[in-house]
């Protein structure tokens, strides 16, 4: 018994770090939400907008509501899209 012992104690901790990985990979309340509300902040300052469409994506407006970047499925990737379509433009 006592020559399993290290191997039962690594596949704990394998299962241990396995299942961390995973709920830091999956958690959505992370801290990315206080970054996210700063960035709507200095988006509606700034004169853009998010939308939600009725296709149930998200898009960026500016203020004559015309779409910046492509609307995507969360707000997120439509911020994302948004910027990088500014970028890509200057």
């Not at 299942?19 to 959505?28: G, S």
């Not at 939400?33 to 700063?38: G, K, N, P, Q, S």
């Not at 995507?72 to 911020?79: F, M, Y």
């Amino acid at each position: 018994m006592s020559q399993f012992l290290p191997m039962v104690a690594g596949l704990f901790l394998m299962a241990f770090l396995l299942l961390a990985a995973w709920w830091l990979l999956t958690n959505k309340s992370g801290p990315h939400t206080v970054d996210d509300d700063i960035l709507l902040d200095f988006l509606g300052e700034t004169g853009y907008s998010v939308q939600h469409l009725s296709t149930g994506e998200w898009a960026v407006t500016n203020a004559a509501h015309a779409l910046v970047g492509t609307p995507a499925q969360t707000v997120r990737e439509a911020v994302q899209s948004a910027l990088f379509s500014m970028v890509g433009a200057n």
